[in-house]
């Protein structure tokens, strides 16, 4: 059996101690494992994965990495902060707020730089994942002349130069051209054949399929309504319907109306 890197009891968070973002979350997500989190906008995704990012700590509750509990007194401890970085990698929703370096390739190395890493092994890595990426043209530019595409691959580049054994990634197609999504699709799947975990938030129910083992439903409550295999998951239509996934589209035909179900999708293949 996967060993347990991440273990969430009846977590909750807020923001400013007054605005609800999670209720009650209890997750276990084993090593190798590809897990995905769906649900509506403020449903709580971006919150959730930032919580096990250590970025930001639970309100009630515990989260536990490889059964220590996470929490600001032991990102205090230089060592376990350095243990836990190289670990556990993300990927933000907003690729901005991961780029700020003057160029692409400072961006790129700049995480391996500061965890110590030994610099004849950051130019290993760096010819590995631009090749995978096809960013090698891009090294001398500035982020913000990239496109979100060439932005979203900078930023997967960056956590991937780190090597973690946990990736973690927020809405990682949106707004992508299908050829693009389709490249990181395919990343993913590599590093987790490769033994890595993979956690990813999404909109985009035509890649669940592919990219998860488990999926979990957040919804309006801003807790888990439902967990299961994806095949589970995107066969309950009222179960996405009710969860804001899917939306009723109604139009008229020899002169009868008739009703469908369509998905919030942001890519096609």
Same mark, same amino acid.
């Given at each position: 059996m996967n060993k347990v890197i991440f273990e969430l009891r009846n977590v909750c968070f807020s923001y400013h101690g007054k605005f609800p973002a999670l209720r009650g979350i209890d997750i276990s997500i084993g090593q190798g494992?590809?897990?995905?989190?769906?649900?509506?906008?403020?449903?709580?995704?971006?919150?959730?994965?930032?919580?096990?990012?250590?970025l930001i700590f639970a309100d009630k509750g515990s989260i536990k990495f490889f059964g220590e509990e996470l929490n600001e007194r032991c990102f205090s401890d230089a060592n376990f902060s350095r243990i836990f970085r190289r670990a556990v990698g993300l990927v933000f929703q907003n690729s901005d707020v991961q780029l700020f370096c003057p160029t692409v390739k400072e961006d790129i190395v700049f995480g391996p730089l500061q965890l110590g890493i030994e610099r004849k092994e950051i130019e290993s890595r760096l010819e590995r994942?631009? @090749? #995978?990426?096809?960013?090698?043209?891009?090294?001398?530019? %500035?982020?913000?002349?990239? @496109? #979100?595409?060439?932005?979203?691959?900078?930023?997967?580049? %960056?956590?991937?130069?780190?090597n973690s054994d946990v990736l973690i990634l927020d809405e990682p197609t949106a707004g992508l051209d299908p050829l693009t999504a389709r490249h990181i699709i395919d990343l993913l799947l590599q590093e987790n054949q490769s033994g890595k975990t993979i956690i990813t938030s999404t909109h985009d129910l035509h890649i669940v399929e592919e990219i998860s083992d488990t999926v979990y439903v957040l919804g309006q409550e801003k807790n888990i309504v439902a967990t299961g295999s994806p095949e589970e998951i995107l066969r309950d239509s009222r179960l996405l319907e009710d969860n804001n996934l899917v939306h009723i589209h109604t139009h008229r035909h020899k002169d009868k109306m008739h009703i469908h179900s369509h998905q919030h999708l942001e890519h096609h293949q």
């Amino acid at each position: 059996m996967n060993k347990v890197i991440f273990e969430l009891r009846n977590v909750c968070f807020s923001y400013h101690g007054k605005f609800p973002a999670l209720r009650g979350i209890d997750i276990s997500i084993g090593q190798g494992q590809k897990i995905t989190f769906i649900g509506a906008n403020g449903s709580g995704k971006s919150t959730l994965l930032h919580l096990l990012d250590g970025l930001i700590f639970a309100d009630k509750g515990s989260i536990k990495f490889f059964g220590e509990e996470l929490n600001e007194r032991c990102f205090s401890d230089a060592n376990f902060s350095r243990i836990f970085r190289r670990a556990v990698g993300l990927v933000f929703q907003n690729s901005d707020v991961q780029l700020f370096c003057p160029t692409v390739k400072e961006d790129i190395v700049f995480g391996p730089l500061q965890l110590g890493i030994e610099r004849k092994e950051i130019e290993s890595r760096l010819e590995r994942v631009t @090749s #995978i990426l096809n960013l090698n043209n891009l090294f001398e530019r %500035s982020p913000h002349q990239l @496109s #979100i595409g060439e932005k979203r691959k900078v930023a997967i580049a %960056s956590t991937l130069m780190i090597n973690s054994d946990v990736l973690i990634l927020d809405e990682p197609t949106a707004g992508l051209d299908p050829l693009t999504a389709r490249h990181i699709i395919d990343l993913l799947l590599q590093e987790n054949q490769s033994g890595k975990t993979i956690i990813t938030s999404t909109h985009d129910l035509h890649i669940v399929e592919e990219i998860s083992d488990t999926v979990y439903v957040l919804g309006q409550e801003k807790n888990i309504v439902a967990t299961g295999s994806p095949e589970e998951i995107l066969r309950d239509s009222r179960l996405l319907e009710d969860n804001n996934l899917v939306h009723i589209h109604t139009h008229r035909h020899k002169d009868k109306m008739h009703i469908h179900s369509h998905q919030h999708l942001e890519h096609h293949q």
